[in-house]
């Protein structure tokens, strides 16, 4: 899997939009970028995922450059709910690649 | 639906100890199983995965085991727990057209 790199943590007012970004420049053709997110003592939570064109589900949005050499990932109004640890992973979507955690982006959500 | 189980939720345990953990996927066949370890304070690490009973792949030499005796069940064991060993464990199935999902862990503390 390609590396990507993150910041090591990000503030955000409750309500307000959080932009998350991630650089993977080394990033294959053939590889995706997957969005999770960890809350404090829980399990990964899968939050969106892309190949090259932007995506949105009911979490969030995925927004990836024409290159493909980064991403952002938006929460449209953040709560405090949304307090976690992001990892942007990039994987082969098909057949059984392993999932590679960095460390990830700690995002704070404060009233 | 696909639902992971893994217990217990938290476990102490003296050190020299033996160790069983145990995860088992419901509503899907044939899936990929992982096993993490999370350190305090640091990321997500692989430590076994396996795509069918009895393969056990392993990402890093150390004092544990992982066995697959049946389907979707994955067990993650070791003979003589060391105080490294103390962390929070996460089991993970994905298959093809899935995306990973995660237990709710288990938090070991060798004492």
């Known amino acids: 899997d390609a590396k990507t790199t993150q910041p090591t943590s990000m503030d955000c007012a409750e309500g307000r939009a959080a932009n998350l970004p991630c650089n993977h420049s080394t990033i294959s053709g053939n590889e995706y970028v997957y969005w999770y997110r960890q809350i404090h003592s829980q399990g990964p939570q899968y939050i969106i995922h892309g190949l090259k064109n932007n995506e949105t589900n009911e979490m969030a949005s995925l927004i990836i450059t024409e290159d493909r050499k980064s991403s952002t990932l938006i929460l449209p109004h953040a709560t405090l709910r949304d307090t976690a640890v992001y990892y942007c992973?990039?994987?082969?979507?098909?057949?059984?690649?392993?999932?590679?955690f960095g460390k990830g982006t700690m995002l704070l959500v404060s009233p | 639906s696909q639902t992971i189980h893994q217990w217990p939720a938290t476990l102490v345990q003296p050190v020299g100890s033996p160790l069983s953990l145990e995860c088992t996927v419901e509503?899907?066949?044939?899936?990929?199983l992982y096993w993490y370890r999370q350190a305090a304070g640091r990321g997500l690490q692989l430590l076994f995965y396996?795509?069918?009973?009895?393969?056990i792949s392993s990402e890093v030499p150390q004092n544990l085991s992982a066995s697959r005796p049946q389907d979707r069940q994955f067990i993650l064991s070791s003979k003589k727990l060391l105080l490294s060993d103390s962390g929070f464990y996460l089991c993970a199935w994905t298959r093809e057209g899935y995306g990973y999902t995660f237990g709710s862990g288990t938090r070991l503390t060798v004492v």
């Open positions: 396996s795509v069918g009973i009895g393969q």
């Open positions: 509503g899907t066949s044939n899936p990929n």
């Open positions: 992973i990039v994987r082969v979507a098909t057949g059984y690649s392993t999932l590679t």
